[in-house]
């Protein structure tokens, strides 16, 4: 009768201790959930006074003359490990450490941080990323973007994107997804020619209202990057590739204190002067041009250009700037990393054209300041991950400081969010 009893009642046993450790750890899940997303939320209402400091101080003229150009992306994963992890305080100790300030107590700022979970702001200027949208109309800044994106496209690292099968069963090529993508948003419905980098006289033919799911091309400006993705040609794969360099807000100049080294080596391309032209065409574009546009890029991790005249001074003569390579361990003058053979070699200048040549033809047209630019920023794009016990949140928004919809309270607004 124990036995039997036993029998009995083990599998009534073991189903409640199983459902009662289910229940349990789906209580704590809600919890963790709810803890996350107030986290979210307050990582994204700290981040709106990143903006307002960017808006009252770092924009400032008379702050840009007194401390230099700077922006709030330099400092803000600091600023805001404070609040987000335990250790955060301890980042801002070893900086206060090395500006000299002995006597800074970065204990203090331990309370500030969150108890339970732990969160990560990754900020970003959007006027540092390629604007598709810019492929609306057949301009010059229609061709600059083609150029672009080719250049983007054309490490071998992304062979085997354009070597495999699509999920409809075709194989496209560099040039092939960067037409269908221009095809996409142009206002024409004329097939864009990538040689001549014009619109041709063939009509576009893509097939999108076939489908499974059928829709018409866009033909205008995108609302999100997220929209690439109907183009054909433009997979997962491949927006995981480069999709974090695309955008569809600000405008179509290069702002060089946020443009990657490849849009700046692009600028230099089409802004240099007759006499070093042969610096950007051939196998120099590559020995050349774009290692001095990777130099601007770290040289200015440490101080952005306050102008498009500091720019130019420093892309013509570099080696009389300071090195960022210098000032991390070698000693002596601006040309001290010349002559150490454990750091690389500061690339040759050249010269750029302040404006161009209206009546030429091609890239002498146009000079540096009618490409590029060094406005303070007003559009953000904000990754907030929140890790709390085994819950993973993540969400994207964007925030623009000068949303027109919001003019008459003086401040911005979110214009993108989304999480995952």
């Known amino acids: 009768m124990v ?27 809600i919890r963790d959930e709810i803890i996350a997303r107030n986290l979210q939320r307050g990582a994204l209402r700290l981040s709106l006074l990143l903006f307002e400091l960017q808006r009252m101080v ?4 008379q702050f840009r003359e007194l401390a230099g150009a700077m922006d709030i992306t330099q400092v803000a994963p600091y600023l805001m490990g404070i609040f987000g992890s335990k250790d955060g305080k301890e980042e801002i100790g070893g900086i206060a450490s090395m500006m000299g300030f002995d006597g800074f107590d970065a204990s203090v700022l331990g309370d500030l941080a969150a108890e339970y979970g732990r969160f990560e702001v990754r900020l970003d200027a959007e006027s540092g990323k390629v604007n598709v949208n810019c492929l609306a109309k057949g301009d010059d800044d229609q061709v600059r973007v083609v150029e672009t994106l080719e250049a983007m496209l054309l490490p071998t690292l992304f062979d085997p994107l354009f070597e495999e099968e699509k999920s409809d069963g075709q194989r496209y090529t560099r040039s092939e997804v960067v037409q269908a993508l221009v095809d996409y948003i142009d206002e024409d419905n004329r097939s864009f020619d990538m040689v001549k980098l014009a619109s041709g006289s063939t009509q576009e033919r893509y097939r999108y209202t076939e489908l499974v799911d059928p829709y018409e091309p866009r033909n205008a400006r995108l609302d999100s990057v997220d929209e690439v993705q109907l183009v054909q040609g433009w997979d997962d794969d491949l927006m995981l590739a480069i999709g974090g360099d695309l955008t569809v807000y600000g405008g179509c100049k290069v702002n ?16 240099v002067t007759a006499e070093d032209k042969w610096r950007t065409e051939g196998e120099n574009y590559l020995l050349k041009t774009l290692p001095l546009a990777r130099y601007a890029v770290e040289f200015r991790a440490y101080s952005l250009f306050k102008g498009l005249d500091e720019f130019k001074s420093f892309i013509e003569k570099p080696d009389q700037f300071i ?9 002596g003058s601006a040309g001290a990393p010349q002559r150490n053979p454990n750091l690389p070699r500061i690339p040759e200048g050249m010269a750029l054209r302040d404006a161009g040549d209206k009546d030429a033809e091609g890239p002498l047209r146009l000079g540096l300041k009618d490409l590029a630019n060094t406005d303070p920023e007003r559009v953000y794009r904000v990754e907030v991950i929140t890790e709390v016990g085994q819950v993973k949140r993540r969400v994207n928004a964007v925030y623009d400081m000068q949303f027109a919809r919001s003019q008459s309270k003086g401040t911005g607004a979110w214009v993108y969010y989304r999480e995952d």
């Open 323 to 331: 090195s960022p390579l210098a000032m991390l361990g070698a000693s």
């Open 256 to 271: 060089v204190n946020f443009a990657s080294a490849d849009q700046i080596a692009l600028l230099l391309r089409n802004s």
């Open 58 to 61: 770092f924009s400032q003229k």
């Open 3 to 29: 036995v039997a009893c036993l029998a009995v009642l083990l599998p009534f046993t073991v189903t409640f201790s199983y459902n009662s450790r289910v229940d349990f750890q789906s209580a704590v899940n």
